[in-house]
């Protein structure tokens, strides 16, 4: 059976969605979205949702706030169908200790200058937030009002639909085996049934699956796999409307859960375990466990009855610079989205849009987001996408 369609996206997680729907505001709407399962079942169901414009690198922190547009307004940007993507609006606050104020600062001057709203605020500041908290090490802090987290798989389906509604095909089950490669150019893709989709672009926003799809084509794309733990927890009290805190002195973040449970999560990454994401353990490690109830009884020595009622795992697809690749590259008519190292959701309607962009123009309209931050090309080139105001001990996030 042969197809064909103007482009194929292969992927149906949030990015491989954020690109559809983001091409469909443009009016490209021949495309299809090529899934091996569902929508949304691979990595993406496993984000902790995340959502900050904190980032040293300001295109990053561009990227986050535009797409912070798109949380608050769903049903303007995604349409009436869209329903609720899970985004709650709790505000964002990071604390440093003093061997980072100076970086902290810098940061978030240069967010202001790429339009993130965000601010310097005092300890007690964010003691009135977080009432439980020991905020002794810390010496400086920055909030964001407009920060808090999300769901990333009813995020994905909400940029599904929308995409749908405007005339993308979304193929789910539809397992894409290889791509169609005729002398340096891609011509579509192969299906496990036989069936052959003719394209002239393909977008490859397969995630932690990435590196080995690529690799028999010649393209390399430097995606380690790495396995993320978070652990859910009963605080045993009610903390009322407590934002998302990044601790970046004991290295951890914790966020509200819908129903008053804090998730946590580690931001200690200089060690990170290589995983299959087709078979690794979906939950903590009592190494993990132990590490959690030592850090979040640290730093929230309020919480007397608490305890931890789950946990999950999943996979970051990590880059060598912990920054995506969002790009043309290897062959002609191939563009590659993919490498997210844990940005993926605070960011993912700028990157459909920048798909769409490169689908369309060949480069970034948003003059504040080049594309060649987030070339392929840069790892061979030796040009690694860095903050210039890295902070110790937590330079991979930020």
């Known amino acids: 059976m042969n197809q064909t369609a103007d482009v194929v996206i292969i992927g149906g997680g949030l990015e491989g969605t954020a690109a559809a729907w983001s091409l469909s505001q443009r009016g490209v709407t021949d495309v299809l979205v090529a899934e091996r399962s569902t929508v949304g079942s691979g990595m993406t169901g496993k ?6 414009c904190h980032y040293g690198v300001s295109s990053l922190a561009a990227m986050a706030t535009t797409s912070l547009d798109v949380f608050e307004k769903p049903e303007q940007f995604l349409g009436p169908h869209a329903g609720d993507i ?9 604390g440093v200790g003093e061997p980072n104020v100076g970086a902290l600062r810098k940061s978030l001057a240069a967010q202001r200058a790429v339009g993130v709203q965000t601010e310097e605020i005092d300890a007690d500041e964010v003691a009135a937030l977080w009432p439980t908290a020991d905020l002794s090490p810390f010496a400086a802090f920055g909030w964001e009002a407009r920060g808090g987290y999300g769901d990333a798989y009813q995020t994905a389906q909400a940029f599904a639909i929308s995409a749908r509604a405007a005339g993308v095909r979304i193929r789910q089950g539809a397992n894409v085996t290889d791509l169609l490669v005729d002398g340096d150019r891609v011509t579509g893709i192969r299906l496990a049934d036989g069936t052959e989709v003719s394209a002239g672009t393909v977008v490859v926003a397969t995630g932690a699956w990435t590196r080995p799809f690529l690799a028999r084509h010649g393209v390399d794309v430097p995606i380690r796999v790495v396995r993320e733990q978070i652990v859910l927890i009963d605080p045993g009290m009610d903390l009322g409307p407590v934002p998302v805190f990044s601790d970046l002195v004991s290295l951890q973040y914790v966020r509200p859960e819908l129903g008053g449970e804090i998730l946590f999560g580690n931001s200690d990454l200089a060690h990170c375990e290589d995983a299959d994401p087709d078979d690794y353990l979906n939950r ?12 979040v009884g640290t730093r929230f020595p309020g919480l007397t009855d608490a305890s931890i009622t789950g946990s999950y795992a999943g ?12 790009s ?19 960011i993912a309607p700028a990157v459909g849009r920048l798909v769409a962009d490169l689908v369309t ?5 948003d003059p504040r987001i080049p594309e060649t931050d987030f070339a392929l090309s840069r790892f061979a080139d030796g040009t690694l996408l860095k903050s ?11």
């Open 284 to 295: 903590a490690t009592a190494g993990f466990v132990d590490l959690t109830v030592d850090k």
């Open 361 to 365: 123009d060949g480069r970034s309209v």
């Open 315 to 326: 996979c970051y697809d990590v880059t060598p610079d912990w920054n995506p690749v969002i």
């Open 47 to 52: 984000s902790s949702g995340i959502v900050r």
């Open 388 to 398: 210039p105001y890295p902070y110790v001990g937590a330079g991979e996030m930020r």
């Open 328 to 346: 043309a590259g290897g062959l002609d008519g191939l563009i590659v989205a993919a490498g997210f190292s844990g940005h993926g959701f605070k």
């Open 86 to 94: 899970g985004f709650r609006q709790t505000g964002y606050v990071v």
